[in-house]
Nanobody, 126 residues
């Protein structure tokens, strides 16, 4: 069982930055591919970014590419999402997720993730 706790959300003006962090409870964290998803009011949950177990491979949704950076620290059992040049359309609840899928690559499909955090709210004002 992996427990995930997100932090770092908040209210920011358009063009600003936020850094989300996700702390994992399990030592085997390094074996899990990790991802960030978001869900805006009235919309389905969507993929944001993913990172493989070692941190060597990353993948981003087109909507955030060049603005967001995902990273992980397998010693501290954390995964982060640095968000720059934020836009009002980035407003959503952001979720951290861990996948038990046996792969050396990234995982982008929500149904492939087994563990989810409770979410952290990000609000970008115009």
């Amino acid at each position: 069982q992996v427990q995930l706790v997100e932090s770092g959300g908040g209210l920011v003006q358009a063009g600003g930055s936020l850094r989300l962090s996700c702390a994992a409870s399990r030592r085997a964290f390094s074996s899990h591919a990790m991802g960030w998803f978001r869900q805006a009011p009235g919309k389905e949950r969507e993929f944001v970014a993913a990172i493989n177990w070692s941190g060597e491979s990353t993948y981003y949704a087109d909507s955030v590419k060049g603005r967001f950076t995902i990273s992980r620290d397998n010693v501290k059992n954390t995964v982060s999402l640095q968000m720059n040049s934020l836009k009002p359309e980035d407003t959503a609840v952001y979720y951290c997720a861990a996948s038990s899928l046996s792969t050396i690559g990234v995982v982008t499909a929500a149904e492939r993730y087994d563990y989810w955090g409770q979410g952290t709210q990000v609000t970008v004002s115009s």
